[in-house]
């Protein structure tokens, strides 16, 4: 990758969903997206529910496949990943989920979820390496070492969403994508963890894409911003020019319905 090139490039991505039964009532689809991402930059994707966002997240971290289109990641084309280079893809690419007890094994300690992707994707670390690491991870997210011996369900919300944020950072990723990681949240939980982003952004330069229906956190957290609506980027730029000077009327209408 040049030192110019975006660490991701959607160019013109399609995805299609057919209508099913009991599942959704109409058909789905994104059209022509068009998203990068530069090395060290937080990127917000903006949007209502329904509006595709988690769908692009799903594409970005190769949860889901895409129909048209052409995704190229540090400058290689995910198409042509073989296993080895997919398999590094996802030691790379991390994803904090919006509910952080579904994503966590409830029948594992906490020492078990994030020793799970060292031991993948860190395999010559010793037993005693693995646990200070997890137990510098955990105090990191501002939780106590001895955490790691208890289970998701003897946490709050917060504390199990700061305990999926450090399994995400347990292999030094070098993208975090975050799709609505608050939504869940308690209000007076939400600000924690939105400083703990802030932090963790500065401290590890991350590069993130986070995704949400949040106003506010878009504009404290993002240095760019995409609107979705209806499947489609409908409006994108440098976050405050696109919250204070938006250009699509989707834009303006969200913003006046968050004041």
């Known amino acids: 990758m040049t030192g110019t090139e975006p660490v991701i490039a959607l160019e013109g991505i399609g995805k299609r969903y057919a209508r099913r039964a009991f599942v959704q009532s109409t058909d789905f689809a994104l059209e022509g997206i068009d998203l990068t991402v530069s090395a060290g930059e937080v990127v917000g994707i903006l949007g209502e529910s329904g509006s595709g966002k988690s769908t692009v997240a799903n594409i970005i971290t190769l949860l889901t496949g895409y129909d048209s289109g052409r995704y ?20 790379d690419v991390q994803i904090v ?51 790691a011996g208890r289970y998701p369900h003897e946490f709050s919300g ?44 500065r401290d590890h330069n991350l590069t993130m894409v986070f995704i949400s229906h949040d106003i506010s956190v878009t504009r404290l957290l993002c240095d760019r911003v995409y609107v979705m609506n209806d499947g489609r980027i409908v409006e994108h730029g440098p976050t405050e020019a696109v919250l204070n000077d938006p250009q699509d009327d989707y834009t303006a209408r969200l913003l006046a319905a968050a004041y």
Do not use: W
């Open 72 to 91: 190229r990641y540090r400058g290689r084309d995910v198409a042509g990943f073989d296993r080895r280079a997919r398999f590094a893809f996802k030691s």
């Open 97 to 147: 989920f919006q509910d952080p007890y579904g994503s966590l094994n409830p029948r594992a300690t906490v020492r078990g979820s994030i020793g799970e992707a060292l031991m993948l994707h860190r395999p010559g670390l010793s037993r005693r390496e693995t646990d200070d690491r997890i137990a510098a991870l955990l105090e990191e997210v501002g939780l106590s070492a001895d955490a």
């Open 158 to 201: 917060g504390q199990r969403q700061r305990i999926a944020i450090a399994r995400a950072l347990a292999v030094d990723p070098g993208v975090l994508v975050c799709d609505e990681p608050l939504s869940s949240l308690d209000v007076s939980i939400q600000a924690q963890v939105l400083h703990l982003f802030v932090r963790l952004r």
